[in-house]
């Protein structure tokens, strides 16, 4: 029986990784409006960032549907409202 081909998350180096975290600090602690593109989602996420948990690598993000907790490993991009 042959695994079904899932595709991987890319792989970013440590420099990425650490300037996205960067930002989401600076996006939380502004309590600004962000907008982030996740890997394997369809849809953006856009809201304010509530806790960032070190424990699980998730970001808790307030958005209009309620809270979503997006796994920072994730994360591929995040910007800031354009309107």
Do not use: C
């Amino acid at each position: 029986m042959a695994k079904s081909k899932i595709p991987k998350r890319p792989t970013r180096d440590e420099f990425v990784l650490e300037e996205l975290g960067n930002q989401l600090s600076e996006a939380f602690h502004d309590s600004s409006t962000i907008v982030l593109s996740v890997w394997g989602w369809e849809d953006t996420v856009r809201g304010q960032i509530i806790k960032m948990d070190s424990r699980t690598g998730k970001v808790h993000v307030n958005t209009s549907n309620g809270e979503e907790k997006v796994p920072f490993m994730d994360i591929m991009s995040m910007n800031y409202p354009r309107d």
